[in-house]
């Protein structure tokens, strides 16, 4: 007996100690409707090439407001403003006509969506679309004639919070580009990753301790693998002294070594195997929670939710809140489909996800971790479609001198254990 009371208090405390964890190692799930409930105070929603864009109130352009930091996953963008948790690290953003950038929505997160190149003064980054691989989708000479779209800044302000008004101006970023090459390095852990931009021992003694790295973050090297015996050489045969014939089998044919290091010359460079302490990230459970008081000093927390839809399911999600009338037709096909009598009522509407939210007209109106079930969102049943006005499905971008920044206190990714 006494056993088995033992045995059900371990079991107790060890399920209790797992739920610890769990809460802030689980990333959790969300249903694209509870991002737009999060988004829309702060931004509104049009059509744009067949796609639904996001156009944030603020008018800043991407990755232009925060700081970067090293974590397990490499280079992160952690950014300020209240909309950064979910644009800046899910989906991809295009630059309009108009001249004012867009998020166009994902279902995959990603610790940063950019990419990286640098000089030997400066490193410079540009939001670009990506596909399930990770492969950028826009070919280069698309991606590097756009040099408005490149944000430069020093190494030296690479590692410190960056501002708008501390970004290069346009002739420098022109320059810059026209010089840059692109920025990866191979960091080695257990095995060696290829990861975008720069080294990050590289960057250690430019960024003192202001918070791209966590306390103590110089770390031993990775020591080399045992040497082994070098083979004697091959003798040479037709082979490999002789150029290929046409046919000949692919095992024979020499491939090039790939480049590990992106400032590194020649294909056998040894590996860089320095190391540095990074930041270990941790999941909010919601947008509102903070900090826990036991956070570790090397810990960061952020709110990085897996969405339930995919690609396909989240444009849906946006019709229909945008177009709450659009369930009533919605329903007609399916009954024609499952062959349901058309003089079936249809159920009602659910109320919430298919209401549309009313986004912040002023920097008054966004106060710090807004509940969506506070009095910026229409209570009850579903709001009648809208043409015109603040939420309505309109091809307009959003409107302009609307460019005040957030008031502090904003709700934003939650800043780095000291």
Not at 97 to 109: D, I, K
Not at 207 to 236: C, L, N, Q
Not at 337 to 345: D, F, I, Q, T
Request: aromatic letters at 10%; hydrophobic letters at 35%.
């Amino acid at each position: 007996m006494l056993r088995s009371v033992l045995l059900f208090l371990f079991l107790s405390a060890s399920i209790l100690a797992y739920g610890g964890v769990a809460e802030y190692t689980d990333r959790g799930k969300i249903d694209f409707d509870g991002v737009m409930q999060l988004l829309n105070p702060y931004g509104t929603w049009s059509k744009a090439d067949g796609l639904w864009a996001y156009t944030p109130l603020d008018h800043q352009a991407p990755y232009t407001n925060g700081r970067w930091i090293y974590t397990e996953y490499g280079w992160y963008w952690k950014g300020n403003l209240p909309h950064s948790w979910a644009t800046e690290h899910y989906g991809y953003w295009k630059r309009g006509e108009n001249h004012l950038w867009s998020w166009y929505p994902g279902p995959y997160w990603l610790p940063e969506i950019v990419e990286l190149r640098a000089t030997s003064t400066h490193i410079g980054w540009r939001s670009a679309a990506v596909d399930s691989d990770g492969s950028f989708i826009e070919a280069p000479s698309d991606r590097y004639a756009k040099t408005d779209e490149w944000t430069f800044v020093t190494r030296k302000q690479f590692t410190q919070p960056i501002t708008p008004d501390l970004l290069a101006k346009p002739d420098v970023v022109a320059s810059q580009l026209d010089d840059s090459s692109e920025c990866t390095h191979t960091y080695v852990t257990y095995r060696e990753i290829e990861r975008p931009g720069p080294h990050p021992a590289d960057l250690i003694a430019l960024s003192g301790d202001d918070g791209m790295f966590p306390p103590h973050a110089y770390a031993p090297e990775v020591p080399a693998p045992p040497a082994t015996a070098t083979p004697p050489p091959t003798p040479p045969s037709a082979a490999t002294s002789q150029p290929h014939a046409a046919g000949a089998p692919a095992a024979s044919q020499t491939v090039p070594k790939p480049q590990l290091l992106s400032n590194t010359e020649g294909a056998d460079a040894p590996v860089d195997r320095r190391q540095v302490a990074y930041w270990i990230t941790m999941s909010l459970p919601t947008r509102w929670t903070t900090q826990p008081p036991e956070a570790k000093p090397n810990e960061v927390y952020i709110f990085r939710p897996d969405i339930y839809q995919d690609q396909d399911g989240i444009e849906r999600r946006i019709g229909l809140w945008i177009d709450p009338a659009s369930r009533s037709s919605l329903g007609v096909r399916l009954r024609d489909v499952l062959g349901v009598s058309p003089s079936a009522k249809p159920p009602a509407a659910p109320a919430g996800p298919g209401t549309p939210a009313v986004p912040a007209t002023s920097a008054s109106d966004r106060g710090p971790f807004r509940s969506p079930f506070d009095d910026s969102f229409h209570g009850g049943g579903a709001a009648p479609a809208k043409t015109s006005g603040p939420g309505a499905a309109s091809t307009k971008a959003a409107p302009s001198g609307l460019g005040t920044p957030a008031p502090a206190g904003t709700a934003t990714n939650s800043q780095p254990a000291p």
